[in-house]
């Protein structure tokens, strides 16, 4: 399973933008949401991955 820091909560999130660099991410793949300051992390499968322009993807979540 991937692990994606991001800043903030990962509680609610429903999408993040990825570098299009990493590795694919794929449909139904679940990876790890946590937080830059290691308090919280939460595991998410990936709903869609669609391209967000700007060498990024946007990874929705269910």
Known sequence: ???ITIQ???E???A???????????DH???TLQSADGSESVSKT?????DAG???WELQFE
């Open 1 to 3: 399973m991937r692990t």
């Open 8 to 10: 903030g909560s990962p």
């Open 12 to 14: 609610g999130m429903t």
């Open 16 to 26: 993040i933008m990825v570098p299009k660099s990493e590795s694919p991410y794929h």
């Open 29 to 31: 793949d679940t990876v």
């Open 46 to 50: 990936i709903f869609r991955v669609v």
């Open 54 to 56: 700007e060498d990024k």
